[in-house]
């Protein structure tokens, strides 16, 4: 048994707690929780540590197998650019692929990862996770602008879920973005997501030319698409309507959903999605977002909005670091009203509810088996992260 103390904890399903003590059994599980009033008075064994104490983060958004392609994209492309340096550079050694996705998953540890929703395309990395300490949900991903390609595209995507559940890892069936999933393949998404009750994932307006393909069919991404690439014009189904309003209809909502990025999301689009779904979780990656296109969401907005907001980091082709405590500095950068109770929320209870992992980890209570991370400094004046903070497993 440990009992383990801190200036403040802050159990995020609760007030912070002025030098509380958490009490687990030697496999990090919550035996107690001890208000102490703020008076630590002395006692055996008692751990005490220079900081704040949080629960484990969780990474709701990730790209385990192309962290291969770290430093090799160059920065503020914008999104179609992005996607002609992953069709140019994603494919490897396989040998190296894996090594790199063990050291990415170790990096995610040590910076207090303890769960994380990865994007898979291909079976890869699926014994990285097995034994990885992190617990995954993987979205194995599935996309195609091509309607015959859509049976045996989705079979392949059904190859790998089968797999995945049979070594007794989490996982769903989900579509890529709105811009590379044709309609049948939706319609065979939605159907096995409803049957398996699955959370799913979508990345969602990460470009001002995503809303434009839809809306117009004109623009830097109808050009990539239907000249560079030469997809059928009538592959977008739809005019006159953006890219989140042409593709949830197309999506269960009684699902849990992940959106993820929303960089160019608007309150109008906020509104229907929350009046379509009440089981949307809004993935902010920060650091991604302005890897990629150089600028951020509305998170003022979102968080007037009160949306169950999560953090990503991405994967190393759009980011420098796997942290969330990384993205969470971000953020508190470009918007220093955001309160630091806010964002922890973010990074912990929202994204363990989105992923379905809440009754293990994101708070720190009585049962659960969060893992424990320590900040420090910080800023105990004004209850902010500092920019030199930095996280340390405790458990």
Known sequence: M?????????????????????????????????????????????????????????????HLELS???????????????IRQVKELRESNPDEIISEAARADREMQDNGIVAAGDISNNAL??????????????????????????????????????QLRSMGLKASITPHAPYSVA????????????QNHSILSVHNQESEAENQLFLSRQGEMADFFFKDLKVAPDFIASKCINSLHATLPHLPSANG????????????????????????????????????EDTLPDITMFRRKHLCLALGTDGYTSNHHLSVLDEMKTISR?????????????????????????????????????GLNLIHPFDFENQKLLPESKVTVII
């Open 125 to 162: 990395t699926f014994e990285v996770k097995q034994k990885s300490k992190i617990l995954y949900h993987t979205f194995v991903e599935i996309f195609t602008s091509k309607s015959v390609d859509i049976p045996a595209i989705f079979n392949n995507g059904l190859l790998l879920y089968d």
């Open 2 to 62: 440990r009992k383990i103390s801190a200036h403040y904890i802050f159990p995020v399903g609760a007030a912070p707690l002025k030098n509380g003590i958490v009490v687990l059994d030697d496999g990090g599980l919550i035996l107690d929780v001890i208000d102490t009033g703020g008076i630590l008075r002395e006692a055996e064994n008692i751990e005490f540590y220079n900081g704040i104490l949080v629960p484990g983060f969780i990474n709701a958004h990730c």
């Open 183 to 194: 309609v049948g393949l939706y319609d065979l998404i939605s159907k096995f997501a409803t």
């Open 257 to 292: 959903l992940l959106l993820v990025h929303n960089t160019f999301t608007s309150e109008a689009d906020v509104d229907f999605a929350q009046n379509y779904s009440g089981n949307i979780s809004w993935v902010l990656c920060p650091n991604s977002n302005l890897f990629i």
């Open 68 to 82: 291969h392609l770290r430093g090799k994209f160059a920065e503020k492309t914008g999104l179609c650019g992005f």
């Open 334 to 370: 470009y918007f220093q009203d955001i309160p630091f109770r806010d964002l922890l929320q973010w990074a912990t209870i929202n994204g363990a509810l989105a992923l379905g992992m809440d009754k293990i980890n994101g708070t720190i209570e009585k049962g659960k088996h969060p």
